[in-house]
C-alpha cells in the first residue's frame, strides 16, 4: 500500500500537465456552479450594482459549501 502512494505522489509532471488537469477539472466544477447559481438567485433580488456581480461569482466558486448550507438549514 505505501508502494503504491509512493509511485502515486512521486510522479513527476510538467507545467503544461498540471495546467491541462486543472482545465480538466475547472470545467464541470464551474459548470456546476453556473447551474446551481441560476438556480438559486433569491438572495440577488435584493442587491444592485457590484454587489450583484460580487455575489453572483462568489456563489459560481463557493457552490459546494452554500448547497451543504442550503441542506443543513431548511
Known amino acids: 500500500m505505501l508502494k503504491r502512494l509512493d ?4 510522479y513527476e509532471m510538467k507545467v503544461s500537465e498540471f495546467l491541462g488537469t ?3 477539472l475547472a ?3 464551474g459548470i ?3 447551474v446551481w447559481t441560476l438556480t438559486h438567485t433569491s438572495h ?3 442587491m444592485h450594482g457590484l454587489d450583484v456581480i460580487i455575489s ?3 456563489s459560481i466558486v463557493c457552490w459546494p459549501v452554500l448547497t451543504f448550507s442550503n441542506v443543513t438549514m431548511t
Open 22 to 24: 486543472l482545465i480538466i
Open 56 to 58: 453572483f461569482l462568489g
Open 32 to 34: 456546476i456552479g453556473i
Open 44 to 46: 440577488l433580488r435584493e
Open 27 to 29: 470545467i464541470p466544477y
Open 7 to 10: 509511485r502515486i505522489l512521486g
